[in-house]
């Protein structure tokens, strides 16, 4: 048999060997970035190449790319780095999001999980004090990809500014900043084949952002400390790799998922009526818990998740799917299945054997 069947690419993907490569040459490198003399200016210009990979992919001068300990890090310094306005964020937004300001007015959702711009509209109109609106490019758990351009003019009407989570949608679709209309950005490069512990924020270096991190005045002054030059230049490097999806995953997902729903005819797709990320199916078995479907499939050798992966290892009920009215039953017994770049048909042959299995022994033994 071969190895396991890895379908959790929306938590983390494998290093890109080019980024490892990149890493252990960096890390053989002595030098700070903020040093003067010659190490020091070599490790500024590995920075500066790195930021210019990252600006590139999303189309703005290496100047908007303010760089952090990741995705997490950078949306907190978009939302709390302009404490003068109020928060607006989606009902769906990452927990990284959500967490930044409990109290921030909550957007509704429809029930296919794209952000309700309507009530944007309203929620905006109620109260004309200066706004800050979060809204992520595409959801973590079902794929959904929001209608972030319209939210921006809309914000934009009102004098807000808009914040887009961009990281799942980063390297998976095509798309740029100036066309989303977004004045923040927030991406990360464990999510591309870069590793963990970086990310960035994309922002004008004209819009007054107050930094949560201070003590130099590294990033601009927006972010103080010593930059992992070996983690940014291996997102750098991940980022000049990484390309959307070409096809091939989009019709892998729509294989799967027919699949999936030929051996277990009651399963529910989450978000499936709308445009979603190529790589993300959101699934449920009703009647078996999304926590025994997770092991099941792990003791089958394969590899799955029970909504976001951020959660310290524990399953939980999706608030994504809460947030959209699905009712009780069908979030508990809710899986997400994630491919990637080397994702094969058998893996997946491994996928429907070990669920099809699952929703067997189920079946039989409520009859």
Same mark, same amino acid.
């Given at each position: 048999?071969?190895?396991?069947?890895?379908?959790?690419?929306?938590?983390?993907?494998?290093?890109?060997?080019?980024?490892?490569?990149?890493?252990?040459?960096?890390?053989?490198?002595?030098?700070?970035?903020?040093?003067?003399?010659?190490?020091?200016?070599?490790?500024?210009?590995?920075?500066?190449?790195?930021?210019?990979?990252?600006?590139?992919?999303?189309?703005?001068?290496?100047?908007?790319?303010?760089?952090?300990?990741?995705?997490?890090?950078?949306?907190?310094?978009?939302?709390?780095?302009?404490?003068?306005?109020?928060?607006?964020?989606?009902?769906?937004?990452?927990?990284?999001?959500?967490?930044?300001?409990?109290?921030?007015?909550?957007?509704?959702?429809? !029930?296919?999980? $794209?952000?309700?711009?309507?009530?944007?509209? =309203?929620?905006?109109?109620? *109260?004309? /004090?200066? #706004?800050?609106?979060?809204?992520?490019?595409?959801?973590?758990?079902?794929?959904?990809?929001?209608?972030?351009?319209?939210?921006?003019?809309?914000?934009?009407?009102?004098?807000?500014?808009?914040?887009?989570?961009?990281?799942?949608?980063?390297?998976?679709?095509?798309?740029?900043?100036?066309?989303?209309?977004?004045?923040?950005?927030?991406?990360?490069?464990?999510?591309?084949?870069?590793?963990?512990?970086?990310?960035?924020?994309?922002?004008?270096?004209?819009?007054?952002?107050?930094?949560?991190?201070?003590?130099?005045?590294?990033?601009?002054?927006?972010?103080?400390?010593?930059?992992?030059? !070996?983690?940014? $230049?291996?997102?750098?490097?991940?980022?000049? =790799?990484?390309?959307?999806? *070409?096809? /091939?995953? #989009?019709?892998?997902?729509?294989?799967?998922?027919?699949?999936?729903?030929?051996?277990?005819?009651?399963?529910?797709?989450?978000?499936?009526?709308?445009?979603?990320?190529?790589?993300?199916?959101?699934?449920?078995?009703?009647?078996?818990?999304?926590?025994?479907?997770?092991?099941?499939?792990?003791?089958?050798?394969?590899?799955?998740?029970?909504?976001?992966?951020?959660?310290?290892?524990?399953?939980?009920?999706?608030?994504?799917?809460?947030?959209?009215?699905?009712?009780?039953?069908?979030?508990?017994?809710?899986?997400?299945?994630?491919?990637?770049?080397?994702?094969?048909?058998?893996?997946?042959?491994?996928? $429907?054997?070990?669920?099809?299995?699952?929703?067997?022994?189920?079946?039989?033994?409520?009859?």
């Amino acid at each position: 048999m071969s190895g396991p069947a890895y379908l959790d690419w929306n938590a983390t993907t494998p290093l890109r060997p080019e980024a490892a490569a990149a890493m252990a040459e960096t890390l053989a490198h002595t030098g700070n970035p903020s040093s003067v003399h010659r190490a020091g200016r070599e490790a500024k210009k590995l920075l500066d190449q790195a930021r210019a990979r990252v600006a590139e992919r999303v189309r703005v001068a290496p100047a908007y790319v303010t760089f952090t300990g990741g995705g997490t890090e950078a949306n907190h310094l978009a939302l709390r780095g302009l404490p003068e306005r109020r928060l607006i964020v989606s009902m769906i937004e990452h927990d990284s999001v959500l967490a930044a300001e409990p109290d921030a007015a909550r957007l509704p959702v429809t !029930p296919d999980g $794209v952000a309700d711009l309507d009530s944007l509209d =309203r929620i905006l109109t109620a *109260d004309p /004090r200066p #706004a800050l609106v979060s809204l992520m490019l595409a959801n973590n758990e079902t794929g959904a990809i929001q209608p972030v351009a319209e939210a921006a003019r809309i914000a934009h009407r009102h004098g807000a500014l808009l914040h887009c989570d961009a990281v799942q949608a980063f390297g998976k679709i095509t798309f740029n900043y100036s066309e989303l209309g977004a004045d923040l950005m927030t991406v990360s490069g464990h999510k591309i084949g870069g590793p963990m512990g970086v990310g960035a924020l994309i922002a004008s270096p004209d819009l007054p952002i107050q930094a949560l991190q201070t003590g130099g005045g590294q990033e601009r002054g927006r972010r103080a400390g010593t930059e992992n030059l !070996p983690g940014i $230049v291996g997102f750098g490097t991940a980022a000049n =790799r990484a390309e959307p999806d *070409d096809g /091939r995953i #989009a019709a892998l997902r729509d294989r799967t998922e027919r699949r999936l729903v030929a051996v277990a005819p009651d399963a529910h797709i989450h978000g499936g009526s709308v445009r979603r990320l190529p790589n993300t199916t959101c699934i449920s078995m009703p009647g078996v818990a999304a926590a025994t479907q997770v092991m099941a499939l792990d003791l089958a050798g394969v590899m799955v998740s029970a909504g976001s992966a951020c959660s310290s290892g524990k399953v939980k009920r999706s608030h994504v799917l809460d947030a959209m009215g699905v009712p009780s039953a069908l979030a508990e017994s809710a899986i997400r299945i994630s491919l990637g770049w080397s994702t094969t048909e058998a893996d997946i042959d491994r996928l $429907v054997e070990a669920w099809g299995a699952l929703y067997a022994r189920t079946r039989s033994r409520a009859a």
